[in-house]
């Protein structure tokens, strides 16, 4: 799809903040309509206003609250687009929204596991399974499934785990590829893009906490904080001395610090990602670390856990999540 005018209708979930709302505000710029859902109504509020400020006059965006773990949610944010916006097709699904959590499987809290699996690869089923119709009633769609560098190597680094979040993203990666040749053989009229972001700042760290029902850094109740110094141990963080309270300012200096001192803005990540859709690419890989992650990854899959890999990596990215 070479462009996002007045004559195309996106649905995008997760709009509320980070590369969600940067998707919208760069969509409806260029006059296409937008319309979005996320389960934070007042984010999705100032997304709107923040479209609305940049699109041209009759550019619609509109926002539904809707949990995209829930198909039944799903389908009620579905039929609430063809009424808010008239429309009995859509061109372009970005199955976007996600949280990241999950880490262990071993030592984590098994419903925190499910939701973030539920949301990260039942998210993008849903999408997928609720707007097929419109997509197919649609002259020309493109679905844009956002999966990660998760969803080809398993890893934040080789002194944590992340499996809850790696084994959604790999599933979104296989079923997208795995679209391809749906469509190409059922739906010539339809494309699809799968999305690897590497490190993009973004506030998904206090978010997923927010989804996940944690309590903040600065209200972490004893036990937690106990558990917070043990990882940050293990993850080599010197914590001599240090009280519950500094543990608890460094945990929200860590979530701040994903945000802020990311190689990539949301902003930019959401270009290349319409660049991507623009030139009718399948695999768009996002940001520089991504690229050479995927390089390094196919070069050597058998060592890619291990700590050599890291070194490599570190050899050519500021690849620095603190675990
Ligand atoms: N930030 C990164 O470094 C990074 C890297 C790779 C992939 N990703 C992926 O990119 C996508 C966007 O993430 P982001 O970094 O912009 O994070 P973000 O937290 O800023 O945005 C995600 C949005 O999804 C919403 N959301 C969460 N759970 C939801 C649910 N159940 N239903 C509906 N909405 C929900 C959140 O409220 C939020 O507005 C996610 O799929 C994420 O996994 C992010």
């Given at each position: 799809m070479k462009r996002f005018d007045s004559a195309k209708l996106a649905v995008l979930t997760?709009?509320?903040?980070g590369m969600g709302r940067e998707l919208a505000r760069q969509l409806s710029k260029e006059g296409c309509h937008v319309a979005i859902c996320d389960v934070s109504l007042e984010n999705m509020e100032q997304t709107r206003a923040l479209c609305l400020e940049s699109a041209p006059d009759g550019t619609r965006v509109s926002i539904f609250e809707a949990d995209v773990s829930s198909l039944e949610q799903m389908f009620a944010f579905r039929d609430a687009v063809a009424r808010a916006h008239n429309?009995?097709?859509?061109h372009l699904l970005f199955n976007n929204a996600g949280i990241a959590g999950g880490?262990?499987?071993?030592?984590?809290d098994p419903v925190d596991w499910e939701k973030t699996f539920a949301v990260c690869w039942g998210g993008v089923y849903n999408g997928c399974r609720a707007f097929l119709p419109l997509l197919l009633a649609s002259p020309e769609g493109h679905v844009v499934n956002t999966s990660s560098v998760n969803g080809f190597w398993?890893?934040?680094?080789?002194?944590?785990a992340n499996t809850a979040y790696s084994a959604a993203k790999f599933a979104v990666k296989g079923f997208s590829e795995a679209l391809l040749g749906d469509f190409r053989n059922n739906a010539p009229h339809l494309k699809v893009s799968l999305v690897m972001p590497g490190h993009?700042?973004?506030s998904i760290v206090s978010n997923t906490a927010r989804v996940l029902g944690q309590p903040e850094p600065k209200d972490l109740p004893p036990e937690e904080v106990e558990r917070v110094r043990k990882q940050m141990a293990e993850l080599g963080?010197?914590?001599?001395?240090?009280s519950d309270d500094d543990v608890r300012r460094a945990l929200q200096q860590r979530m701040d610090d994903f945000r802020t001192k990311a190689p990539l803005s949301a902003a930019d990540a959401a270009s290349q990602i319409l660049d991507g859709v623009r030139k009718g690419r399948w695999r768009i890989l996002v940001g520089d670390d991504a690229r050479v992650l995927d390089e390094l990854v196919r070069a050597d899959p058998e060592n890619a856990y291990e700590d050599s890999f890291m070194e490599l990596l570190r050899a050519r990215t500021p690849w620095d999540l603190g675990v």
């Open positions: 997760g709009g509320g903040t429309a009995s097709c859509i880490s262990s499987f071993v030592q984590g398993a890893s934040l680094g080789p002194r944590s993009i700042g973004t963080a010197d914590m001599t001395g240090m």
